[in-house]
């Protein structure tokens, strides 16, 4: 796999010029999962777009198939100038078995596609805030996504502990 073009400095320059321009992406959305807001694929568009435009980069994201079977997501940063950069990620999709039933007593049906498609949303997101260098107003390193607190909310907690 290739991961850039033979020269990239125009590309960087631009990139450079860019990244000064960008905001933070909001977490303006909710998950009601974790009770925790993130960045959705908008909000990172929404921090980036208009200062990749003013720089002549663009971002494409396409899935593809490699040589084995197995599907990825590329990203790729492109340059006017005609360099670029791509990263992959490899699209890992676990189909849940069916153990719910619907009001019928029949097993539910699982949605591959739909589940595809929250895959890639997911996917795109994290791949374009890698690629342009954007990040969340806020990070807590990931420690919300596997249960941890932040140490100030531990404190706070174990302060309100009996």
């Known amino acids: ?3 850039h073009s033979n020269d990239i400095n125009e590309l960087i320059t631009a990139l450079a010029k860019a990244q000064g321009e960008m905001s933070a992406a909001a977490k303006d959305s909710n998950n009601p999962f974790f009770g925790s807001k993130y960045a959705d694929l908008s909000s990172v568009w929404n921090a980036c777009r208009d200062a990749l435009s003013q720089h002549g980069l663009a971002v494409i994201q396409t899935m593809n198939k490699c040589d084995d079977g197995e ?3 590329a990203t790729t940063l492109g340059h006017s100038s005609g360099q670029w950069m791509r990263s992959y990620l490899p699209i890992k999709i676990k189909v849940p078995e069916n153990s719910d ?3 019928w007593g029949k097993p539910k049906k699982v949605n591959e596609l739909q589940l595809l498609g929250s895959c890639l949303t997911y996917l ?5 805030a890698a690629i342009v260098g954007v990040a969340p107003d806020e990070d807590d390193d990931g420690n919300s996504g596997v249960g941890y607190q932040s140490p100030k909310k531990y404190e706070k907690a174990k302060k309100e502990e009996p």
């Open 1 to 3: 796999m290739n991961f």
């Open 71 to 73: 599907m990825y997501l």
């Open 101 to 103: 039933t619907d009001k």
């Open 124 to 128: 795109r997101r994290y791949a374009l």
